[in-house]
């Protein structure tokens, strides 16, 4: 990388963070709850730099809430108590994509979703393509400075993203983010942890108290309770391997290759012996009509299955 491209990358990341944290301004301000040591610390900010002040006001423009703020009686920073306290790093870190993700919603960004079962592939304004397995809901908002995407808890997608250096390409989830630095990457928000994998290029992920590590092709990360764990992903035409109509597994438990495919299935499965749960699998299976599924997982597992209810499939040991 060339050193304009450097410099370009560092500006362009100063502005995201000058963004980050207008936001963050913005959704304090507007709490019910908001303090005058809070208020304090906002002057403070504001009358920080010229910078300060253009990303604040491009941010209230763009959120549509100049109006609602009433930032008036902002005490000047001359006037603020030394003793009055800051906000810790981490609460305010771990604040900022409820802070993006309730002001993407109120002000109503695109929102593309797929039902139970369902994959689709959608193209945003930008060039980006946008893959959404089952279950999945995404919010987008573009901006002159930055592209960001909420994907809410449950969903996965896989994202081949257009590069353009000036506005960075941001994933946020419960446990963090993913920034795309000119590459295609895949992200599953778990409920207690958000799983990326990378299959082109580089991807920077930030968990809430902005300890950021970046992720090379063929690696993934684990992001949960303020933590990264990095590890070697799958081989790239196996990551997201459901945009064709394939699951892969290597190794993971029966009780894990259970819960993953009952995001897909209309008919939930479950264990009828518990001593199966730990069971270590490696199979490709193919979406497509439950019954046929549920044959070739029995065959290759030795297991047989039973349908109990219209909503229940139970698996059993074949003998």
Same mark, same amino acid.
């Given at each position: 990388?060339?050193?304009?491209? #450097?410099?370009?990358?560092?500006?362009?990341? #100063?502005?995201? =963070?000058?963004?980050?944290?207008?936001?963050?301004?913005?959704?304090?301000?507007?709490?019910?709850?908001?303090?005058?040591?809070?208020?304090?610390?906002?002057?403070?900010? #504001? +009358?920080?730099?010229?910078?300060?002040?253009? +990303?604040?006001?491009?941010?209230?423009?763009?959120?549509?809430?100049?109006?609602?703020?009433?930032?008036?009686?902002?005490?000047?920073?001359?006037?603020?108590?030394?003793?009055?306290?800051?906000?810790?790093?981490?609460?305010?870190?771990?604040?900022?994509?409820?802070?993006?993700?309730?002001?993407?919603?109120?002000?109503?960004?695109?929102?593309?979703?797929?039902?139970?079962?369902?994959?689709?592939?959608?193209?945003?304004?930008?060039?980006? $393509?946008?893959?959404?397995?089952?279950?999945?809901?995404?919010?987008? %908002?573009?901006?002159?400075?930055?592209?960001?995407?909420?994907?809410?808890?449950?969903?996965?997608?896989?994202?081949?993203?257009?590069?353009?250096?000036?506005?960075?390409?941001?994933?946020?989830?419960?446990?963090?983010?993913?920034?795309?630095?000119?590459?295609?990457?895949?992200?599953?928000?778990? *409920?207690?942890?958000?799983?990326?994998?990378?299959?082109?290029?580089?991807?920077?992920?930030?968990?809430?108290?902005?300890?950021?590590?970046?992720?090379?092709?063929?690696?993934?990360?684990?992001?949960?309770?303020?933590?990264?764990?990095?590890?070697?992903?799958?081989?790239?035409?196996?990551?997201?391997?459901?945009?064709?109509? %394939?699951?892969?597994?290597?190794?993971?438990?029966?009780?894990?290759?259970?819960?993953?495919?009952? %995001?897909?299935?209309?008919?939930?499965?479950?264990?009828?012996?518990? $001593?199966?749960?730990?069971?270590?699998?490696?199979?490709?299976?193919?979406? =497509?009509?439950?019954?046929?599924?549920?044959?070739?997982?029995?065959?290759?597992?030795?297991?047989?299955? *039973?349908?109990?209810?219209?909503?229940?499939?139970?698996?059993?040991?074949?003998?």
């Amino acid at each position: 990388m060339s050193t304009h491209d #450097l410099d370009s990358h560092r500006q362009a990341k #100063l502005q995201e =963070q000058m963004e980050d944290a207008a936001i963050e301004w913005i959704a304090r301000l507007r709490a019910s709850d908001v303090t005058d040591a809070e208020r304090a610390d906002f002057a403070e900010w #504001l +009358a920080a730099s010229d910078a300060h002040k253009r +990303a604040f006001d491009d941010m209230a423009a763009l959120w549509g809430v100049t109006s609602q703020l009433d930032v008036s009686d902002v005490a000047p920073p001359a006037a603020r108590n030394s003793s009055s306290r800051r906000w810790a790093p981490m609460a305010l870190a771990a604040s900022l994509f409820l802070a993006f993700a309730a002001l993407l919603l109120v002000n109503g960004g695109d929102t593309y979703r797929t039902e139970l079962g369902e994959q689709r592939r959608v193209v945003l304004s930008d060039g980006s $393509s946008v893959y959404l397995n089952t279950e999945t809901t995404i919010e987008v %908002r573009f901006s002159r400075a930055a592209r960001e995407v909420v994907l809410q808890t449950g969903g996965e997608a896989y994202f081949e993203v257009a590069r353009e250096a000036r506005r960075p390409f941001t994933v946020h989830t419960t446990h963090g983010t993913a920034e795309a630095l000119g590459t295609a990457f895949n992200v599953f928000a778990h *409920t207690t942890h958000t799983a990326v994998a990378v299959t082109e290029g580089r991807v920077g992920v930030t968990i809430p108290d902005g300890d950021t590590s970046t992720l090379q092709a063929r690696q993934s990360a684990r992001l949960a309770e303020g933590e990264v764990a990095l590890e070697d992903a799958a081989r790239p035409a196996d990551i997201a391997a459901w945009r064709t109509g %394939r699951l892969v597994y290597d190794g993971i438990t029966l009780e894990a290759l259970v819960e993953d495919l009952n %995001r897909y299935l209309p008919k939930p499965m479950s264990l009828a012996d518990t $001593s199966l749960a730990d069971m270590s699998v490696s199979a490709v299976l193919t979406l =497509q009509e439950q019954d046929a599924m549920l044959d070739a997982l029995a065959r290759s597992l030795d297991l047989r299955w *039973t349908t109990v209810s219209d909503n229940l499939i139970l698996l059993h040991p074949a003998h």
